[in-house]
């Protein structure tokens, strides 16, 4: 019988802020769709990426003494890819994604995050995907097409565009996930999220500069700068950096099914606050595509644990 492997010390502490990131990243689709209506998705790039490599430097200077510590030159490549990956393609995909779309329908294209996670472990040799696992992809894949069904059925073809186009940055920060890990055990989280930030956010900066110039900052209030800043500081900077946190406390594989409960947050706040409303086709797709997600990240664990 094989002996499960022991917990690390913080893995009660890493699963409740993972709890709660996933109700901050849940509330903030409705914030960012509320931004995106002032400053326009381009705006609210440049704005990220104005402070959020800034927040990076003051981060190592604070923990690690210095401005920019030290690396070897492959590591500092390494960590520009792993930028590039995460930010220039992930984040801005993410932002014109949820643009185009609803904040509910966001936050359920992006939850299927584990089923690229679990591929991607497959590709690199460290997981073989068992027959439950593949049922429960192809579930996932039907979930998805119920999901936008009444979109692309109904013509709305940018709003779908939008899901799909979540569906690819979805793959992007599943790559992210598994390729930051080894090196946040080695350099930790700290100097990875800073140089990571600082080289990957600079595509994103130059592209989003003409936007963020035209966009009408001064009519902006106190609650707009506020939600602005938190979407930035909170639930971006501080949240990817205790998000790679958890992942090498619980590992990829224990911390990714975390994500199947952001939609139900996202749902909740959408309704609230902006008054999102769900037809039963929507509601059935986004429960087949969950449940096919858990399938397909749960089935190999559980075999595991019969033998």
């Not at 949820?98 to 509910?104: D, G, K, L, Q, Y």
């Not at 790559?175 to 090196?183: E, L, N, R, W």
């Amino acid at each position: 019988m094989v002996q499960p492997s022991p917990l690390h010390r913080h893995d009660q502490q890493a699963l409740i802020v993972a709890f709660v990131l996933v109700v901050i990243w849940g509330a903030n689709f409705t914030l960012q769709k509320y931004l995106f209506g002032l400053i326009s998705p381009g705006g609210f790039l440049w704005a990220r990426y104005l402070i959020m490599p800034a927040c990076a430097l003051f981060l190592m200077r604070w923990r690690l003494g210095r401005w920019l510590p030290p690396l070897p030159r492959q590591d500092v490549w390494h960590m520009a890819w792993l930028g590039f990956i995460g930010h220039s393609m992930h984040v801005g995909l993410v932002t014109y994604g949820i643009h185009w779309s609803t904040a509910f329908s966001s936050s359920v294209i992006l939850a299927c995050g584990p089923i690229f996670t679990l591929l991607i472990l497959r590709l690199q040799g460290f997981e073989r995907i068992s027959w439950p696992q593949k049922a429960g992809v192809l579930l996932a894949l039907c979930g998805v097409l119920m999901f936008l069904s009444d979109k692309l059925l109904g013509g709305q073809w940018r709003a779908g565009g939008g899901d799909l186009i979540l569906l690819i940055a979805a793959g992007f920060f599943s790559y992210y996930t598994v390729a930051v890990k080894p090196v946040m055990e080695r350099h930790g989280p700290v100097l990875t999220m800073g140089y990571a930030t600082l080289l990957g956010g600079v595509p994103v900066l130059l592209l989003s500069m003409p936007a963020g110039l035209q966009s009408e900052w001064h009519l902006l209030d106190f609650w707009a700068w506020a939600g602005l800043f938190w979407a930035i500081m909170v639930s971006a900077f501080a949240g990817w950096l205790a998000w790679g946190w958890i992942n090498t406390v619980r590992g990829v594989a224990r911390t990714a099914p975390l994500m199947y409960l952001m939609p139900p947050a996202a749902g909740v706040f959408a309704w609230a606050l902006s008054g999102e409303h769900y037809s039963w086709i929507k509601i059935a797709g986004a429960g087949v595509t969950l449940a096919g997600v858990a399938l397909a990240q749960y089935a190999g664990q559980i075999k595991w644990r019969l033998r």
